[in-house]
């Protein structure tokens, strides 16, 4: 019988096979990795942009609850200016006082959780009783803007020829706020229509849009010249027509030639479209002010509005009547008559911050300036020129039209609210006055 003569393997081939078979494995663990590393990749970024997306969607809508809560909420300022400030009884015993003072003291309570704190620190009271009012997980500032201390450019189309005129007022303040030199490349630089347009350009094309003619307006004459309007609204590519009358919203000014975002940015803080024409000294800009002064100034004291004077001596008084009346309001036309003409008779509060070595905080106020004495009501001159006075343009009276502007912020949501509330505005008998003439979330 013939024995098998096969040799068995040599351990250095039985090894060389086992470690070939490792490396295939390797090699195969490599390739799903390969395949699998995407995948899971791809799932573990979605699953993040789904989670976060989740978060933002519950933050969206805690934010937009947080705003409405805090427009409810400000309703209750209104009914505190209509029930209290307003009151005869209260101005006469403390004085004039309007909600846009403690506004932002009083929302604090309830959108920061150490609003209750600023507060106590401010009156001087123990504020921890108000600390379980502040909402959580997220937090809101109201800002409260009187719109009667705003200039009011539908008062473009009220061109009077004699007399007053409102327009004439507009178009001086309007040329005072562009007049800086920091504003020049609003007016140097082309818009998107190609074209650039001057102050005086956008002045105008502003008063021809809100005014009732198809005259253009002439700048120098302050009413309506001898040419034809011609602005082309018609020939864009969305096509419109010129308002021709009061606007509804500051926003429709986007409309005017030559008025962008850029423009509306730089000035659409000190502009209205609610409101009378007459300035209200107790919430005006202090170039309105300053506009007051020139208008009612006795002819004594007329030189220091005129030329050079006008800045060295009309500004800096109306600029400390506004640094003044951050603490007291006017009662009357004949209270800003006698403070004007003697304002060193009263004291800016400003004035008794004191710093850490005794000096004063901001010595800037104690620079008082000179007074200008003014009328009160106008009048006529034996030879037949006429005197103006405080009562054509300006006034005193309490604010009727408030601009509400709330920020909330819940996580990383950001949200604004910006509301126009009119305290006097007819509603049916059974549900009194006040109404909102403008909404808008962003």
């Avoid at 004063?360 to 620079?367: I, V, W």
């Avoid at 009160?376 to 405080?390: E, F, M, Y």
Wanted: net charge negative.
């Amino acid at each position: 019988m013939t024995r098998s003569t096969t040799r068995p393997a040599k351990p250095t081939e039985r090894g060389s096979e086992r470690r070939s078979e490792r490396g295939v494995a390797v090699l195969l663990i490599v390739a799903v990795m390969a395949v699998l590393g995407p995948f899971v990749a791809t799932f573990n970024y979605q699953a993040r942009v789904d989670w976060q997306s989740a978060v933002n969607v519950r933050d969206e809508v805690a934010a937009r609850n947080l705003e409405r809560g805090a427009l409810r909420l400000s309703l209750l300022l209104f009914e505190l200016q209509r029930r209290v400030f307003n009151q005869k009884q209260f101005r006469d015993m403390v004085g004039s006082m309007d909600i846009t003072q403690v506004a932002p003291y009083l929302m604090s309570v309830f959108g920061s959780s150490d609003g209750a704190d600023m507060l106590g620190d401010l009156v001087g009271i123990d504020a921890k009783i108000f600390s379980d009012l502040a909402i959580e997980g997220g937090s809101f500032d109201v800002n409260l803007e009187a719109e009667s201390g705003k200039l009011n450019v539908n008062c473009l189309a009220d061109q009077k020829t004699t007399g007053d005129a409102p327009a004439r007022r507009v178009v001086e303040v309007l040329e005072a706020i562009m007049a800086p030199t920091l504003y020049n490349p609003l007016f140097e630089e082309e818009k998107s229509d190609g074209q650039r347009y001057s102050r005086r350009d956008v002045i105008v094309a502003m008063a021809d849009y809100i005014d009732g003619d198809n005259k253009v307006f002439d700048i120098v004459k302050l009413a309506a010249g001898s040419r034809n309007e011609n602005y082309r609204y018609q020939e864009l590519w969305d096509p419109y027509e010129p308002r021709n009358a009061r606007l509804d919203s500051l926003e429709e000014l986007h409309l005017v030639e030559g008025i962008d975002d850029d423009w509306m940015a730089a000035f659409g803080g000190y502009l209205t479209v609610y409101g009378g024409c007459k300035i209200n000294l107790n919430f005006a800009s202090a170039e309105q002010i300053a506009f007051v002064l020139r208008h009612a100034v006795s002819s004594a004291d007329k030189w220091k509005t005129e030329g050079q004077e006008f800045l060295l001596k009309t500004m800096p008084l109306a600029n400390y009547v506004v640094e003044y009346r951050t603490f007291s309001l006017f009662k009357s036309l004949k209270d800003f008559k006698e403070f004007v003409a003697k304002p060193d008779a009263y004291l800016n509060p400003l004035a008794l911050l004191q710093g850490e070595d005794g000096a004063s905080a901001n010595p800037t106020n104690l620079r008082i300036p000179e007074g200008i004495e003014v009328r009160v009501s106008p009048g006529t001159r034996k030879d037949g020129t006429r005197w103006g006075g405080l009562e054509e343009v300006a006034t005193v009276a309490p604010e009727r039209i408030y601009r509400v502007e709330i920020v909330t912020e819940v996580g990383a949501v950001r949200k604004r609210l910006t509301a126009v509330y009119d305290m006097q505005f007819p509603r049916s008998q059974s549900a009194g006055k006040g109404a909102w003439l403008y909404y808008r979330e962003d």
